[in-house]
């Protein structure tokens, strides 16, 4: 059974065109990463998936139903923590869980019992007492996360939950994460712009200007690039760019105050630019394919955080 089965999805703000024909299948118990820039059509899908959006055009079935005309099934079936907090800081950790399984009909041992074991699942048992307000920015990504969890849904939707989040809490999260589907077989549908979140997925899509642009696993996206990469930290962008084509037959992709060569057989074009050019660049990096690399073949831009705030980005033409 599919617990995401989405087909033909269009939505629009106005002019904004924010999913575009959008098809996307996600088995049960998979942990599906939705990877892409701010603005590119991951929080809209998230909020379509969760009924607090309508559809437009196109179909969309959640734990199959239809989330247009059973939206209370739907609902019953899907925990959902989008990035703006919903924790009350002023409440214990218990009392927030409480609260939240009150809303879903739980009460007395059924509910206790719950709030142990989500507690004991996130590794937060030993916070039930404290105020959420002294909590640290992992622990209550925590909470959250366990109070979702309460009425037991089959499918979680997490937006970006790793945001504000440093390295070690991040990593702690998603240990969480993976445990709780080895275990329940929960499924689990994350949108990042992280790279380092969207390794720990199954299967990924890229979500670009609305558009799932590529679909599969992080080891399948990377092989579109072929062989290694070459970074060039460039004196003069555009000169170096120019006799690289000229002088080299080498095409490079110019990312910012950088240029990019792609698919790379071997370290033997390190020592040509050496001899050919030397002087004209900082340093040289070669390595294998990442999943930006696959943004970046796809798109021709590095996949960025904030578009207003990101380097600006041109692909060269032979």
Not at 99 to 116: A, D, I, P, V
Not at 169 to 191: F, I, K, S, Y
Not at 230 to 257: F, M, N, P
Not at 300 to 308: A, H, I, K, S, V
Request: net charge negative; aromatic share 2%; charged share 25%.
């Amino acid at each position: 059974m599919a617990a995401i089965a989405i087909a033909e999805l269009s939505h629009r703000y106005g002019s904004r065109q924010a999913l575009q024909s959008v098809s996307l299948t996600i088995p049960q118990g998979e942990i599906h990463g939705l990877l892409g820039p701010n603005g590119g059509g991951k929080s809209t899908l998230l909020r379509i998936l969760s009924t607090l959006l309508p559809v437009q055009s196109g179909q969309v079935q959640v734990c199959e139903h239809d989330v247009m005309t059973h939206p209370d099934a739907v609902r019953s079936r899907i925990g959902v923590t989008f990035q703006s907090p919903s924790l009350d800081i002023k409440l214990s950790v218990e009392e927030n869980l409480r609260y939240q399984g009150h809303l879903y009909g739980l009460f007395g041992t059924r509910l206790r019992e719950r709030m142990s074991q989500m507690m004991e699942a996130l590794n937060i048992a030993d916070r039930a007492q404290d105020i959420v307000q002294t909590l640290s920015g992992g622990l209550k990504r925590r909470v959250e996360i366990a109070k979702t969890l309460l009425h037991l849904p089959q499918l979680l939707l997490l937006d970006e939950p790793s945001t504000g989040l440093d390295p070690g809490a991040r990593h702690d999260l998603w240990t969480r994460l993976t445990t709780l589907r080895n275990e329940t077989g929960l499924t689990v549908l994350v949108t990042t712009h992280l790279m380092e979140e969207a390794e720990r997925c199954d299967r990924l899509g890229l979500l670009d200007h609305g558009q799932l642009i590529a679909e599969g696993t992080p080891d399948q996206l990377r092989t579109q690039v072929g062989g290694d990469s070459l970074t060039i930290d460039a004196i003069d962008v555009d000169a170096l760019q120019a006799k690289l084509r000229r002088e080299l037959q080498l095409e490079a992709i110019r990312l910012g105050d950088q240029l990019r060569i792609e698919n790379i057989t071997g370290p033997d074009v390190i020592v040509r630019l050496s001899q050919a050019f030397p002087g004209e660049f900082r340093a040289l990096t070669l390595g294998k394919p990442t999943l930006e690399d696959a943004f970046i073949r796809l798109t021709g831009r590095r996949l960025q955080d904030d578009e207003t705030a990101g380097l600006t980005v041109t692909a060269s033409h032979g």
